[in-house]
């Protein structure tokens, strides 16, 4: 027997819940503590179910790929990008840069999403389910966000698909997808935050190349972070099919 | 204990290789036969043996994809755009429209792709290690291939690649890349077979649309399919790492 969360995200990435004998709050993910574990048995509830909430909570603080990547980032090559510096490690008080976790669905996660397009009434279900879908398939998705840590909130993200060729040696390639940051949180160099980690996270995964596609508007952001319009090879086109939504 | 392959691919897509005790040339692949079984016993070959090159032989023809995808392709809808009319099924005489099989690697698929840009020197071992890698991404890769039945040969290629996303509730879309045909054969509508082919294909996966980059000679040719430049929003921007191939 597992209880439905009842309230919004609390703090650093800690689920809440009200214990069923109206015994108060108790936190679940990493944050669940011997503390929560002894209020949840003073509460009638089995050392099995505790295990179980306990499980459940690890699962959803799993990162959607391995955040030591991160660390990795040499953001000493982008360095004069930024004033003041930063990086993925580093992002500025009060945030931090991390892979996409199935907790994130409480985190506002789509909310923010839907800032950038639209992303229809998506439940948890479906959430988790394209999140295994994701980690399915191995060295693809590298879904990373930044959190507000002082609120517990996805305050922006951006994505990097790496897709697998046979030309160039069997080479890999980076896409840029569904780069997004609050609009409250603007003019903090988020986007260019956010943007780079997941560039130079291609490069430390030895891609050949990333790409992007992008409105005319966003050309000079782009271009000042590196990426160009190559001459006579700039062409984005598209089909979109009738079932498709908007 | 297995024998290394002695010559070219022959005829539809058997391997062939000679016994070590001088007893003629035996195919494998979905044409060993118990013709050649007996043949391989009589040369003083276990039947464990048999069986060990038999299974091998049918991994190497598995496909990339469930070829029976390619049936459902409503190419009706595309009618217009060939004369005379074909479609993945019934591409013309002499020609086969297919997923890519590890097999393919003898039937001059990397020396089609190097047409299209530079391949490198991609080993067997190399090539299949990455057939096996875009195979373990479920639903991802859709590498097809036009086969010129009568030789044997690989001769056009092109490839969907689905991404999946959160947003448009948790939808997908396909990429169109890797498109080349053999030069020899041009002028046959193989181009637009195979584009038409995988963009189909993105349809019936449920795709939401369907995207690429190109150059701009090919824009009157894409834009001939259906693809569009979209006003204000047909940017493909790149970035190149020190480290990567040309």
Redesign the interface.
């Known amino acids: 027997m597992l209880w439905p969360l009842t309230g919004p995200v609390r703090g650093r990435g800690a689920h809440s819940f009200k214990l069923p004998r109206g015994g108060g709050e108790v936190s679940r993910g990493w944050a669940a503590t011997t503390a929560d574990f002894s209020a949840l048995v003073r509460n009638g509830i089995s050392q099995t179910q505790c295990l179980i909430l306990s499980f459940q909570g690890i699962l959803s603080e799993e990162p959607l790929y391995d955040p030591k990547i991160l660390e990795r980032l040499d953001f000493n090559k982008v360095r004069s990008k930024f004033n003041p510096p930063v990086s993925a490690v580093r992002p500025g008080e009060g945030l931090r840069v991390r892979p996409l976790r199935r907790a994130d669905f409480h985190r506002g ?2 909310q923010l ?1 839907s800032q ?7 439940s948890e279900e ?2 988790l ?2 999140f295994d ?2 980690q ?6 590298y ?1 990373t966000v930044i959190e507000d840590t002082t609120n517990g909130q996805v305050i922006g993200s951006s994505t990097l ?1 790496i ?9 890999v390639r980076g ?1 840029l ?2 780069v997004v940051v609050n609009n409250t949180y603007r003019g903090k160099q988020l986007g260019k935050l956010i943007i780079m980690t997941v ?1 130079l996270l ?2 430390e995964l ?14 000079p952001l ?2 000042s ?6 001459k ?10 009738d ?4």
């Open positions: 996660f789509l999403l950038l397009t639209a992303v229809g009434d998506v479906q959430f389910k394209r879908a994701m399915s398939c191995p060295n693809t998705y879904v698909v897709e697998q060729k046979f030309i160039h040696g069997c080479a896409r997808e569904d560039t291609a490069e030895n891609c050949y190349k990333m790409t992007l596609d992008c409105k005319d508007n966003l050309i782009y271009s972070l590196g990426y160009f319009l190559e006579g090879n700039s062409n984005y086109m598209q089909i979109r099919f079932k498709a939504p908007s």
